[in-house]
């Protein structure tokens, strides 16, 4: 039992965020089964926002189109993956995986979900002309604040997307990266966030992507909520720092606003972009104190946007507020597959 | 550097520039460092050549001696806005001050030199950032303090990152920061003497350039001719006295060349009398026949001779013989030279170069008339709001001649508009021209298309593609789409639209892949437009839009009867090899993936519910089954929204709803199903199915022509269904039939862009639309909307499947045996003259007098090959061969392998079927889709919708992709694959400073064939024998 368990997350790894999974060799040691691992991260905080640690996998419950869901992994913050199994009566207990090492199907945990992945995307559209400096000072800040994160890359857009810095656990090569952007031409935000949303999407763990943008878009092609269902559907938190400056485009605030919010991440408006510290400190709160939890949805025939709920389980947990995405859509074929080649072709030496 | 809305700016100012005819601007090399040679005059540009070029929007892989042309052009271009300086020339100009400073601190040793923290404040300063923290303390970090300066700093790209990391560590900081010498036209002095007034006084040329945008676009324009004729115009008239006819020198001036003391003049010696009564001066003294030329007219007739000196020489010999050289200059002059020829940033009249790089002659010499002469007096005689086309009419009443509808033409050029005679005329003779003479269209349908030209013409190409239609087919196509036109139920008309365009798309992509025999072309043509000749109702619509579905396939098909997969079909012909087979099933599922993503209902569901519906109307039950595939229509869903309808009203532009996806999703079939309805209701139901129908079919021509790289067709599902085929997005458009447009860009709360208009050009609509997500891997992809989408049309659009290996290898072939005969021509000046010859039909003037003296110096010659246009090596080897016949076979290996191949496989290897295969669609400039490599010069930038003729004039990449997959063993079918994956890589490459950057273009092409070579792009599939099958095509073209 405890290898068929390893196996689903295994076999899930490409589509972590909900998406469809893929399908093992049907031989004699292993069982052929599509899965579908979804995973949530979770923010428990009291009503001042400060964040609740120490939870258990037993104090929250989860449904999918309500219908219950069991949990598979837990993790809380930078802490190990706790591989679960549900026992005790009606399976509300839980007890943890052993992994044997040397055993090919087990994950290493170290390797999979300790710390995020933090894409940082930089609006450097004519928009961000008069505060560009500023801009970077700011995003070289954050890359420095960063505490608790696997890798960090860089990416700016302006009309098209220009992938700066790689995914690296090298903070240094994203500063520089920062200082080499260039500002200038239209603001195609949703674009380039599609397209980041899509590289975030082929990572396991917890991932995220920070905007920093002073918000209008003129030139985008995709809508704000294709870019949300996708981050939803692939698990990718969307953090957006931005000025009152964008306040004053009502559309790009709400957008800003529910975006986040719809993916489980935050909104965050300051003075200037030279007063972002306390935006800077709340992310990376919330990455170091997110709880990581995924379960293999039950039997569900709906095709298309499946909600889901995310409860304390407890009287004395009812005080507290929990923040994570709001469901998501099972992913196409198609798209899983031209992102695997993408992936395929990036690979290449 | 401050990446200004290039784009947009480019789309209005780069209409000037002709990179590709530069001093050296062919090279493909990085930034040279070398110093420039002594005996050439340099400029001296403070601190690296790096961060000028960033800031002065310059790319960073042109050689040195191409910096100071291209930041006169820019300069010029975007450095002022209505007389005053814009943002781009303040950053320019306050760097160049900043440089300075910190060439001052560099001091004698050319060398930034900090110590220590304590010794970067100066530094620090003149960066614009200060320390944070103080020296020593823990978080040590540049912080902004003056962010005009800062912005210089970064937008520069000074390492400011290497410093904060040495000051961090407390170790020196040592940056060299040498002045950059580049080369200048002539001598600095020639240039910072040319000013007046408050303009004059600049030691620098760059000081110069800046502030004197007559004297930067003079020196642009100067670089674009070929040395010995800028010698010889230095000398006389001199700089001065043509500085004011800059603008036309600019616009017009690239083909003036001066030999030998005399202007060569376009026609010959024969026609200078000619020219000397035009311009009033003889071409024999070049010093007062340029600026003549140039002013004359308001530069008239600089267009004039631009445009003669452009088109190849057998045409020019038409155009120049029988008095037409000068009849014609009149009649393009018209009586009034209002507006100028050098108004505004783009050249004018842009289809007289179409014209007279088009017309075609009879056997007798005259030009062709499609129809006869009596339908031309009456489209030149429709009412028009032109001055232009009333004046020419009040003056010239006669059109009793083929010459005098010639005359006509001519002088409607200076109109603009698409829909105008000239357009129909021109539109009218590629009809004709794929027709045999007692084909071609008889008057009536001349007629009949010319007074419907204004709404249909973009579905003419159809003709152009298929000569097999005939009138009739011509005529019942205009019938039909005038009866849609009339439906005045808007969403029945919508559908009928979309149904009838999508068929007739399909119809057209299983001709041009060969899959409809040529003997059913036209019948099934015919077969499938004639039921939409009368909808009246979306039940009716249904069946006649499955009706004409099953025409096609059953021309594509015959022998699968009802069970034919569409898909299938269009991923291509039916592939025996296991390359092909596999080529072809990858096509079906990138097919299906868009479909699938569209979340589009199939075929086969929509014609099983009409059917069951049938049924139950005829007063069968319903079955379990259809209810389930009720079930599937309703599995779309619209996406979760993120702003309340209030808000999507006060936020989003009067833009097309989201009404057709909406109406879908109402749609429930199994009340009617379950009730059971009556015959009435059940009938109703299978109309309620059209616009299921119409996405589907739709969302098939969508996928076929996915442009690599595509995002919105795979995250936007409702793309396809957006599209706007009644035009209600738009208040007071009728357009129907018109090229999609793309709206909706840049709205966030209006849904997503989508497409507006019919599905014509499509194609070219999708690559539009999806460019932007092809991430560019360098800053300045300047070229980007205006190029970007025919690169990808020429990707998209053409199939492989009938390239045979004898064929592809002799693509390569004539490239290889185009650069033999460059390589033997250094050694043979009688060679050398032939090919010279050849290639100033293709090449212009700068270009060729560079490859000319290339050719005189054996050494030169390896820098040269690279830098020659693969369109180039061909034409030179394929019209050599052709000339010259058994010349070209000594001359190298690949000459003779090339003989061999022709003379066993001559059809495979003839220009006609490689041309027909690897060359690009011209929709603007030969109005088809069909594919032809054309024998054109590059074409410049034009305004409008003349600006595709630039990008079609671009013929390389599929013949070098085809070389490439032929030197690396690659089978013909892999082409498919291939060919928009290159493309794509190309495309991310593209690192151009100007639009007509062609130097760019060939280096992105070379590095994404590199790329493939090293194995870094694609995971194509193994090909089974890729060494046999490279060397095959050889060994039995070394058999005799």
């Avoid at chain 1, 603001?187 to 975030?200: F, P, Q, S």
């Avoid at chain 2, 009649?331 to 075609?360: C, H, K, M, N, Y």
């Avoid at chain 2, 199939?602 to 109307?617: N, Q, R, Y």
């Avoid at chain 2, 100033?840 to 090959?865: F, G």
Wanted: with cysteine.
């Amino acid at each position: 039992m405890k290898k068929y368990f390893l196996l689903l997350c295994l076999l899930a790894i490409p589509f972590s965020g909900g998406g469809a999974g893929a399908a093992a060799q049907d031989d004699a040691s292993r069982i052929r089964v599509s899965v579908v691992l979804v995973q949530l991260n979770v923010a428990v905080t009291d009503n001042k926002g400060n964040y609740i640690s120490g939870l258990g996998p037993e104090d929250f419950a989860i449904t999918e189109d309500k219908i219950p869901e069991k949990t598979a992994t837990f993790e809380e913050g930078n802490g190990p993956t706790r591989r679960l199994m549900q026992v005790g009566p009606g399976g509300k207990g839980f007890t943890e995986v052993t992994e044997k090492a040397g055993d090919p199907t087990s994950l290493e945990p170290s390797k999979k979900f300790a710390g995020a992945n933090v894409f940082i995307l930089f609006d450097t559209s004519n928009y961000m002309y008069r505060g560009f400096v500023f801009a970077q000072d700011a995003i070289a800040d954050f890359i420095r604040s960063l505490e608790g994160v696997s890798q960090v890359a860089l990416y700016s857009y302006s009309r098209d997307l220009s992938k700066v810095a790689p995914l690296t656990p090298d903070r240094s090569q994203v500063l520089r990266g920062v200082r080499s952007t260039v500002a200038g031409d239209d603001a195609a935000l949703y674009n380039g966030l599609l397209l980041t949303v899509k590289d975030a999407a082929r990572l396991t763990g917890r991932k995220a992507i920070v905007v920093f943008s002073n918000g209008p878009d003129n030139a985008s092609l995709v809508p704000p909520e294709d870019v949300a269902e996708l981050a939803q559907s692939t698990g990718t938190i969307i953090y957006m720092i931005s000025t009152q400056a964008a306040e004053s485009e009502p559309v790009s605030t709400a957008v800003f606003e529910r975006m986040s919010k719809a993916t489980g991440g935050k909104a965050y408006f300051s003075k200037g972009w030279q007063d972002e510290k306390q935006a800077f400190a709340s992310i990376r709160d919330d990455l170091a104190h997110l709880y990581a939890i995924s379960y293999y949805p039950a039997p569900n025939s709906n095709r298309g946007w499946r909600s889901i709920s995310v409860k304390l389980v407890g009287k004395n947990l009812q005080k507290y507020r929990i923040r994570t995405r709001a469901g998501y859509r099972l992913l196409q074929t198609a798209q899983a597959s031209q992102s695997m080649e993408e992936s395929a072709l990036a690979a290449k030496p | 550097m401050m990446k200004f809305p290039l784009r947009t700016v480019a789309t209005f100012v780069v209409a000037f520039s002709c990179l590709s005819v530069c001093p050296s601007l062919c090279a493909a090399s990085g930034v040279p460092t070398t110093p420039a040679p002594p005996s050439v005059e340099t400029a001296t540009i403070p601190g690296p050549l790096r961060s000028f070029l960033r800031m002065a929007a310059v790319s960073q892989k042109v050689p040195a001696p191409d910096v100071m042309p291209l930041l006169a052009r820019n300069i010029f271009m975007q450095g002022y806005q209505r007389g005053n300086p814009t943002e781009y020339l303040l950053l320019l100009g306050r760097y160049v001050q900043q440089a300075r400073e910190l060439q001052i601190l560099a001091g004698s040793t050319n060398a930034i030199h900090v110590s220590n923290c304590d010794d970067a404040g100066t530094l620090v300063q003149i960066l614009g950032y200060r320390l944070r923290e103080g020296c020593g303390s823990k978080n040590f970090f540049l912080e902004t303090a003056n962010p005009e300066r800062a912005f210089l700093t970064i937008d520069s790209g000074f390492p400011l990152t290497d410093l904060e990391e040495a000051l961090q560590k407390g170790v020196a900081f040592d940056y060299p920061y040498a002045p950059s010498r580049v080369p200048v036209l002539f001598k600095e002095s020639d240039w910072t003497t040319l000013s007046a007034g408050q303009k004059k006084g600049y030691v620098n040329l760059v000081d110069q350039l800046i502030n004197d945008p007559g004297v930067a676009r003079l020196y642009w324009a100067m670089t674009k001719i070929d040395t010995e004729t800028r010698v010889a115009l230095l000398r006389s008239p001199g700089l001065r006295r043509l500085l004011p006819t800059a603008a036309a020198l600019d616009f017009y001036g690239s083909q003036i060349s001066i030999r030998g003391g005399r202007v060569v003049v376009p026609g010959g010696a024969w026609t200078q009398v000619t020219w000397r009564d035009l311009v009033g001066a003889s071409p024999d003294n070049p010093s007062e026949f340029v600026p003549r030329l140039l002013a004359k007219d308001n530069g008239w007739l600089a267009a004039y001779f631009d445009v003669l000196s452009r088109v190849n020489e057998s045409q020019r010999e038409h155009l120049v013989e029988n008095g037409r050289l000068k009849r014609f200059y009149e009649d393009l002059r018209g009586s009034d030279i209002e507006p100028p020829a050098t108004r505004g940033v783009f050249r004018q009249a842009p289809d007289l170069l179409v014209l007279f790089t088009r017309v075609e002659w009879e056997a007798n010499g005259e030009p062709h008339v499609p129809g006869n002469l009596d339908v031309w007096k009456q489209i030149v005689r429709q009412k028009t709001d032109s001055k232009t086309i009333k004046d020419y009419n009040k003056r010239v009443r006669g059109l009793d001649h083929p010459e005098q509808l010639l005359d006509a033409m001519v002088a409607y050029s200076r109109v603009v508009t698409d829909v105008g005679p000239l357009q129909i005329y021109l539109t009218m003779c590629e009809l004709d021209k794929g027709r045999v003479p007692d084909k071609r269209m008889s008057p009536e349908t001349v007629s009949l298309l010319a007074s419907n030209y204004a709404q249909f013409n973009n579905w003419f190409l159809v003709f152009s593609e298929f000569p097999d239609l005939t009138d009739e087919s011509a005529t019942r196509f205009v019938n039909v789409g005038d009866s849609i036109d009339k439906i005045s139920n808007e969403t029945l008309r919508g559908n009928t639209l979309g149904s009838l365009q999508a068929n007739i798309g399909l119809w057209q992509i299983l001709a041009r892949q060969g899959q409809i025999p040529t003997a059913q072309l036209n019948s099934s043509w015919q077969k499938m437009i004639d039921p939409f000749a009368k909808i009246t109702s979306s039940t009716q619509l249904f069946d006649a839009a499955r009706g004409s579905l099953g025409v096609l396939l059953a021309a594509a098909a015959p022998s699968n009867g009802s069970s034919v997969d569409i898909v299938e079909l269009l991923a291509g012909p039916r592939q025996d090899t296991p390359d092909g087979q596999r080529v072809h099933q990858e096509l079906a599922r990138r097919i299906r993936s868009v479909l699938e993503d569209q979340h589009l209902v199939s075929l086969e569901t929509l014609f099983a519910l009409s059917d069951g519906l049938s049924e139950m109307s005829q007063g069968k039950p319903a079955n379990s089954s259809l209810i389930t595939l009720a079930g599937e229509l309703r599995e779309f869903e619209m996406p979760r929204p993120i702003f309340t309808q209030s808000e999507k009203i006060d936020w989003a532009p009067r833009v097309y709803t989201s009404h057709h996806a909406e109406l879908q999703i109402q749609t429930d079939l199994t009340k009617v199903m379950k009730a059971p309805g009556t015959r009435a209701q059940l009938e109703a139901a299978r109309g309620q199915l059209v616009p299921f129908l119409r996405d589907t079919l739709v969302g098939l021509n969508y996928a076929y022509f996915e442009p690599p790289g595509a995002q919105i067709l795979h995250n936007n599902p409702l793309f396809v269904r957006s599209h706007d085929f009644t035009e209600i997005s738009v208040v007071g458009t009728e357009q129907f039939w018109q090229t999609p447009m793309l709206l909706g860009v840049g709205s966030p709360a209006g849904g997503g862009a989508y497409l507006m208009g019919s599905l014509t050009d499509l194609s070219y609509a999708l690559a539009m639309t999806e460019q932007d997500f092809i991430a560019p891997e360098n800053v300045q992809a300047l070229i980007w909307k205006e190029l970007v989408p025919d690169l990808l049309v020429s990707a998209t659009l053409p199939r492989w499947w009938t390239v045979s290996p004898h064929e592809l290898h002799a693509v390569a072939l004539y490239q290889r045996n185009g650069e033999e005969l460059l390589a033997a021509s250094t050694k043979d000046p009688q060679l050398r003259a032939k090919v010279i010859s050849i290639l100033s039909d293709r090449m212009m003037p700068a270009r060729l007098e560079r490859a000319e003296l290339a050719l005189q110096h054996e050494e030169d010659l390896a820098a040269l090959i690279p830098r020659m246009m693969p369109a180039d090596t061909f034409y030179l080897a394929e019209t050599f061969r052709r000339k010259y016949p058994g010349e070209a076979v000594s001359v190298g290996p690949a000459g003779q392998q090339l003989e061999d191949l022709s003379r066993q496989y001559p059809t495979e290897v003839s220009w006609e079927k490689i041309s027909k295969d690897f060359g690009v669609p011209h929709p603007t400039m030969a109005r088809t889709n069909s594919r032809e490599l054309l024998n054109v010069k590059p074409f410049p930038f034009f305004g409008g919708y003349s600006s595709r003729l630039f990008g079609e004039s671009w013929e390389s990449t599929n013949l070098y992709w085809a070389r490439l997959a032929d030197e690396l063993g690659y089978p013909p079918v892999m082409l498919n694959r291939l060919v928009p994956e290159l493309t794509r890589h190309m495309t991310a490459k593209i690192f151009a400073t100007d639009l007509e950057d062609w130097p760019a273009m060939l280096r992105a092409m070379q590095e994404a064939g590199d790329e493939l070579r090293q194995g870094k792009i694609a995971p194509l599939p193994s090909t089974s024998t890729t060494a046999q099958r490279q060397d095959q095509p050889v060994k039995e073209a070394n058999t005799p």
